[in-house]
């Protein structure tokens, strides 16, 4: 590409080299820049400040001060609503320059980055906006029997947790972000976001596009720098009432028990090992689509990809040779590229760590149908690998790849499938793949996932809470649940006299 091109995308406008603390960009660092790659070419793009220990503070005490301000506190819900509102038209108007700039940086394919960074980023910060409005606590019927002749009135008040430490991992960077950021300000919190080292630049532009919004400064805080770092400075800061996490199991433990420490709120949304069950009775075509859609959709780089394939005996072959076709005759490229179906990944680290487990797949001998190999060309690429006849015992049976792999078994009954799907440490997500009521019917309440779903895969929506069993996390996200994570209730009891001059 020419450098006159160049200067006419206007991502390449929209890079930021600076956080934003208290409504003001800060280009300060506490240690060396971390660079920012495109992951379609490797080319650097950005070097970001990291923030330590002093940085984080400093972003930490605006949130707080913002918490405490009359022009957040004083604001009625329905101006936080409104704020959300406004905040969630800025996105769209944006929209192109967002979705170009997240593909830019993370490397997914524009379609992607238009419709769910983008436009799944509106519709969440909308839903989230109405609930502003509707935040509500409960009047209580007590019993309480003494003294004699003093009533109580008890009720319960939400109130905000106060200030927000978000962290959030590299696959959905912008959407990610809104989904800490919505339900945090629509209950009354302030904000400070760490974005993934690898991609920051959406979260930048999104609290600038906040403050065009009008949300008073310090609301929305965005810091960066690496996990170890940044992440591990905004984790521990006693200023924090709630770290409301996203990314890995390890990491999410580690937040989990500094977060006890000083028994601070804590929400996990971590890994998975989503399953895929394909019954005989399903429609076949469907499901071969729906299985490779599970797993290669955003690269295999989604928390409840569908990377576990149990087919029923019978039909087994015919899916997984089927799925192998899909896989093989996808096309590789920029995601950018209209034509392409498959992206880079998101970092050479990551590419790494996936062809790595692929080596691992083959000496675990499970036989290889496709794939299996990163693609000739710069960019992080790494073709779409489907294994069959992999142990459930296998690394690549039961450790999160995060990648475009799939690891293929068979199962002859419903109780077998059941006890595949559930042999996990993980608990996120699953799909059954079946016409048969009953068989569907039966098997919804056994597997241990916080979502199941029938006929389809990967569909989310802001009213549809969301979260894992087991190690996939502690919490929900989404719909009315999501709220409650940002709220305390604080119960009120008033007595008074039962008689006039009592
Ligand atoms: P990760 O390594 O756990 O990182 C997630 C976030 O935590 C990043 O911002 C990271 O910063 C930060 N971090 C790393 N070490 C930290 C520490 N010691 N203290 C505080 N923060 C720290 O995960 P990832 O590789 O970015 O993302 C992939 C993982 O996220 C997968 O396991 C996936 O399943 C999970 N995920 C879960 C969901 C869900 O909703 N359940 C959704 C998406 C992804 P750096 O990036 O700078 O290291
Ligand atoms: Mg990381």
Redesign the pocket.
Known sequence: MSAVSELQRPELAAIREHMIIGGKPCAETDGER?PVYDPATGREIARQPEAGARLVDAAVKAARSAFESPAWRGLVPAARERLLLRLADLVERHGDELARLETLNNGKLLALSQGLEVGAGAQWLRYMAGWATKISGETLNVSIPFPPGVNYNAYTRPEPVGVVGA??????PLL?AIWKIAPAVAAGCTVVL?????TPLTAIRLAELALEAGFPPGVINVIT????V???A??SHPGIDKIA????????K??GR?AMDDMKRVSL????KSPVLILDDCDIDLAVQGAAGAIFFNQG????AGSRLFVQQGIYERVVTGLADLASGMRLGSGFDPQAQIGPLVSAR?RKRVLDYIDIGRQEGARMLAGGNADGRDGYFVRPTVFADAVPQARISQE?I?GPVVVAGSFSTEEEAVALANDTRFG?GASIWSNDLARVNRLVPRIQAGTVWVNTHNMLDPHMP???YKE??IGR?HGHDVIGMYLHKKSVCIAYPATAGG
């Not at 990314?247 to 999410?252: A, D, L």
């Not at 780089?301 to 409840?304: K, N, R």
């Open positions: 971390v962290i959030i991992p590299w696959n959905f990610m760490k974005p993934a080292e690898e720098g690496r996990g170890e940044t992440g591990a905004l984790a996490f996203t990314g890995s199991t390890e990491v999410g580690l937040i500094q949304e971590l890994g998975g780089q989604v928390c409840t990551h999160e995060f996120l969301f979260g894992g996939s996390g996200e």
